[in-house]
T-cell receptor, first 118, second 111 residues
Framework: GAVVSQHPSRVICKSGTSVKIECRSL??????MFWYRQFPKQSLMLMAT?????????EQGVEKDKFLINHASLTLSTLTVTSAHPEDSSFYIC??????????????FGSGTRLTVV | GENVEQHPSTLSVQEGDSAVIKCTYSDSASNYFPWYKQELGKRPQLIID?????GEKKDQRIAVTLNKTAKHFSLHITETQPEDSAVYFCAARILNTPLVFGKGTRLSVIA
């Protein structure tokens, strides 16, 4: 159990365009999803926490108008990188959590999305 | 908030030797401490975890120890093999809050 699916796995986009990344919990209802960003040879940095049906909570330094997060259902959260720039190129990865479930479920990661902005 | 420090940043060991990676955390309320292994270009994979009511946990060649008083926890890999080469991350969290990760340790096992 506790499968988290993330799409796309890789995307290349032009500067100024927007990219949407989807994160789905396949076999449980995720009340909370976390979005992380990982630059090459660095650790995972939390970008935001999204709770189903409410606005996401962004970490300091993360622009909420640039990284739009939607968590409209208990199984789907999306991250949209708007007006992408080359410096947004990174590995984006989600994980999901469910209140009342085995704590480990919160830390099954999606497969990640490698974004390259050219 | 929580701050996790991880050492060393790189570690090279001979095949068959043991490897130890250490982490410290700042928030005494943290109660869950997982370790992840990440291979190049892939998602982190949970390899072992420990909760604050346990001092040690072992799974075959991998073990984790936790010292709540000192606020540090360690990963021990015995009889290392080349396939153990990867980046290892420790993390800590308080229940129902996001994980805070250490900066990672690049382990190289030399055959």
């Amino acid at each position: 159990g506790a499968v988290v699916s993330q799409h796309p796995s890789r995307v290349i986009c032009k500067s100024g365009t927007s990219v949407k990344i989807e994160c789905r919990s396949l076999d449980f209802q995720a009340t909370t999803m976390f979005w992380y960003r990982q630059f090459p040879k660095q650790s995972l940095m939390l970008m935001a926490t999204s709770n189903e049906g409410s606005k996401a909570t962004y970490e300091q330094g993360v622009e909420k108008d640039k990284f739009l997060i939607n968590h409209a259902s208990l199984t789907l959260s999306t991250l949209t990188v708007t007006s992408a720039h080359p410096e947004d190129s990174s590995f984006y990865i989600c994980s999901a959590s469910a209140l009342g479930r085995e704590v480990n479920y919160g830390y099954t990661f999606g497969s990640g999305t490698r974004l390259t902005v050219v | 908030g929580e701050n996790v420090e991880q050492h060393p940043s790189t570690l090279s060991v001979q095949e068959g030797d043991s490897a130890v990676i250490k982490c410290t955390y700042s928030d005494s309320a943290s109660n869950y401490f997982p370790w992840y292994k990440q291979e190049l270009g892939k998602r982190p994979q949970l390899i072992i975890d420990i909760r604050s009511n346990v001092g040690e946990k072992k799974d075959q060649r991998i073990a984790v120890t936790l010292n709540k008083t000192a606020k540090h926890f360690s990963l021990h890999i015995t009889e290392t093999q080349p396939e153990d080469s990867a980046v290892y991350f420790c993390a800590a969290r308080i229940l129902n809050t996001p994980l805070v990760f250490g900066k990672g340790t690049r382990l190289s096992v030399i055959a």
